[in-house]
């Protein structure tokens, strides 16, 4: 019975032991990726002068006349030398890569923001003051020049190749280490962050922490495949969640600030929404897919396209818009002044429209686009009634003139004033919010709510478009059966 026992915990031995040789021939062997590349990345180091906030006495004091007194010297040292400010210099790492031989590098606009120098240190220990060639703010990329010639430069992939749980590495410089190289897979492709919508993320789990941004995301064929950019974080540490900028949207990025020194972005102008699977429905679609047009701005290119408020842009140039998060990049790299060809769901049924691609105005220009225009010149005075919304769960009264002008609403739409219980208490619709629509038809005012609230088919969703401080958004609300 003891050799029986023994016999087969060796047999379980042996074969615990040969597990991990197997899954160790399994794994990629990094060494050659990184001989042949790492020469190209480079660590990025910035100096920043501040001038402190003045000291001294306070407003309306003058220093007194204590030139022979015992108290000068000590009134002086505590008073007036704190009103002679000295000027410090704050620093800042990250790392970038070379792309060129003749010296371009390529990095993220926040690893240089504000800088008052920017330091470039190459592989060999050679150091280089970098020339700030331009930055973009919308995609947190910057272009370096430095005085340098026959440099290792990289050699840039396709990310749209990429894979996920494809195997990735990056080489950079976290809290100052140089030429550290961490891997890891690809966690998901086409990623949107808050304030980055003209970025589709590659998310990996490569260890990436401060110093890291700028640096470059290969895959096994030695390419570069992507810039590491941010990471998830609530230490300020690595947790496993990292995205990188796909380079060809850097490539491209970079291209028009070295010939121009901006950047150009297609345009619809539009303001968009995901859909939900409530949406969907009350829009007579299938499933939940596409960008829901919550918003067309005045004389954009969609609005000359015919494109209305309630469309859902399921494809843009042939290509499937999954998410509404995928629209932004699509229409953003497509040349300006190109035709489009825009596939919508409206009213149920599917139709094709063609526009013409603009230019991304600045934040400055985007902030003067007011609400667009609707039906009517004046608006409607309709009497508050109480029992407007009871059927969806809410009270509803016309919109006071103060709400019209500081929300910037054209005529019609009922201001929610009281949420009475579900669907609309559940839905997410909130006191103060003014629906404009529904189901992708302007409301009039309180009588023509409650007409067409009591003419809505039971057991399905409809479709609300509510103006509230932080701009528009469609509301799913089911409606319930009739009593």
Same mark, same amino acid.
């Given at each position: 019975?003891?050799?029986?026992?023994? !016999?087969?915990?060796?047999?379980?031995?042996?074969?615990?032991?040969?597990?991990?040789?197997?899954?160790?021939?399994?794994?990629? #062997?990094?060494?050659?990726?990184?001989?042949?590349?790492?020469?190209?990345?480079?660590?990025?180091?910035?100096?920043?002068?501040?001038?402190?906030?003045?000291?001294?006495?306070?407003?309306?004091?003058?220093?007194?006349?204590?030139?022979?007194?015992?108290?000068?010297?000590?009134?002086?040292?505590?008073?007036?030398?704190?009103?002679?400010?000295?000027?410090?210099?704050?620093?800042?790492?990250?790392?970038?890569?070379?792309?060129?031989?003749?010296?371009?590098?390529?990095?993220?606009?926040?690893?240089?923001?504000?800088?008052?120098?920017?330091?470039?240190?190459?592989?060999?220990?050679?150091?280089?003051?970098?020339?700030?060639?331009?930055?973009?703010?919308?995609?947190?990329?910057?272009?370096?020049?430095?005085?340098?010639?026959?440099?290792? /430069?990289?050699?840039?992939?396709?990310?749209?190749?990429?894979?996920?749980?494809?195997?990735?590495?990056?080489?950079?410089?976290?809290?100052?280490?140089?030429?550290?190289?961490?891997?890891?897979?690809?966690?998901?492709?086409?990623?949107?962050?808050?304030?980055?919508?003209?970025?589709?993320?590659?998310?990996?789990?490569?260890?990436?922490?401060?110093?890291?941004?700028?640096?470059?995301?290969?895959?096994?064929?030695?390419?570069?495949?992507?810039?590491?950019?941010?990471?998830?974080?609530?230490?300020?540490?690595?947790?496993?969640?990292?995205?990188?900028?796909?380079? #060809?949207?850097?490539?491209?990025?970079?291209?028009?600030?070295?010939?121009?020194?901006?950047?150009?972005?297609?345009?619809?102008?539009? +303001?968009?929404?995901?859909?939900?699977?409530?949406?969907?429905?009350?829009?007579?679609?299938?499933?939940?897919?596409?960008?829901?047009?919550?918003?067309?701005?005045?004389?954009?290119?969609?609005?000359? !396209?015919?494109?209305?408020?309630?469309?859902?842009?399921?494809?843009?140039?042939?290509?499937?818009?999954?998410?509404?998060?995928?629209?932004?990049?699509?229409?953003?790299?497509?040349?300006?002044?190109?035709?489009?060809?825009?596939?919508?769901?409206?009213?149920?049924?599917?139709?094709?429209?063609?526009?013409?691609?603009?230019?991304?105005?600045?934040?400055?220009?985007?902030?003067?686009?007011? !609400?667009?225009?609707?039906?009517?010149?004046?608006?409607?005075?309709?009497?508050?009634?109480?029992?407007?919304?009871?059927?969806?769960?809410?009270? +509803? !009264?016309?919109?006071?003139?103060?709400?019209?002008?500081?929300?910037?609403?054209?005529?019609?739409? +009922?201001?929610?004033?009281?949420?009475?219980?579900?669907?609309? /208490?559940?839905?997410?619709?909130?006191?103060?919010?003014?629906?404009?629509?529904?189901?992708?038809?302007?409301?009039?005012?309180?009588?023509?709510?409650?007409?067409?609230?009591?003419?809505?088919?039971?057991?399905?969703?409809?479709?609300?478009?509510?103006?509230?401080?932080?701009?528009?958004?469609?509301?799913?609300?089911?409606?319930?059966?009739?009593?």
């Amino acid at each position: 019975m003891l050799q029986t026992v023994y !016999a087969r915990a060796l047999a379980l031995a042996i074969c615990l032991l040969a597990v991990p040789a197997t899954a160790v021939a399994e794994l990629p #062997d990094f060494t050659d990726l990184v001989e042949e590349q790492y020469r190209s990345v480079v660590n990025i180091s910035t100096s920043r002068e501040i001038e402190p906030q003045r000291g001294g006495l306070p407003p309306g004091f003058d220093m007194p006349e204590l030139e022979d007194s015992p108290f000068g010297d000590l009134f002086r040292k505590f008073f007036g030398e704190r009103a002679q400010p000295r000027s410090r210099d704050t620093a800042s790492l990250g790392s970038g890569f070379i792309i060129s031989s003749d010296g371009y590098v390529l990095t993220n606009g926040h690893v240089v923001a504000e800088a008052d120098e920017i330091m470039v240190r190459l592989h060999d220990r050679r150091q280089f003051e970098a020339e700030l060639i331009g930055t973009d703010r919308r995609s947190d990329v910057a272009l370096l020049k430095i005085d340098a010639e026959g440099l290792p /430069a990289v050699t840039v992939g396709d990310p749209d190749d990429l894979e996920v749980g494809e195997w990735v590495l990056a080489i950079g410089s976290p809290f100052g280490f140089d030429h550290s190289v961490t891997a890891g897979i690809v966690s998901a492709k086409g990623r949107s962050l808050p304030n980055d919508n003209y970025v589709p993320f590659i998310q990996t789990d490569v260890a990436i922490n401060p110093g890291n941004s700028g640096g470059p995301l290969f895959n096994l064929d030695g390419e570069v495949v992507g810039v590491n950019a941010q990471i998830f974080s609530r230490t300020g540490g690595f947790m496993g969640l990292s995205f990188a900028i796909p380079i #060809d949207v850097a490539v491209d990025v970079a291209d028009q600030l070295r010939e121009t020194g901006k950047v150009a972005r297609g345009w619809l102008g539009v +303001v968009i929404q995901e859909v939900t699977r409530d949406l969907a429905q009350s829009f007579g679609m299938e499933r939940a897919r596409g960008a829901l047009v919550a918003r067309v701005l005045p004389d954009s290119p969609a609005a000359k !396209a015919g494109l209305r408020v309630g469309d859902v842009i399921v494809g843009f140039n042939g290509d499937e818009v999954p998410r509404s998060s995928a629209l932004p990049p699509m229409v953003g790299q497509t040349p300006i002044g190109s035709k489009a060809e825009l596939d919508i769901v409206r009213d149920g049924q599917r139709m094709t429209l063609r526009v013409t691609i603009g230019r991304l105005p600045g934040e400055s220009e985007l902030a003067g686009y007011g !609400a667009p225009d609707t039906d009517g010149d004046e608006d409607p005075q309709s009497a508050p009634r109480e029992d407007a919304g009871e059927r969806l769960g809410m009270r +509803v !009264a016309p919109v006071s003139d103060a709400l019209r002008e500081q929300r910037d609403l054209g005529p019609g739409g +009922v201001e929610v004033v009281e949420l009475l219980s579900t669907p609309a /208490a559940g839905s997410g619709l909130r006191q103060g919010d003014v629906i404009v629509m529904m189901n992708s038809r302007p409301i009039e005012g309180v009588e023509d709510f409650a007409r067409r609230v009591a003419e809505l088919p039971g057991g399905r969703s409809v479709a609300l478009l509510v103006e509230r401080d932080s701009g528009p958004q469609f509301i799913a609300i089911e409606v319930p059966e009739a009593e």
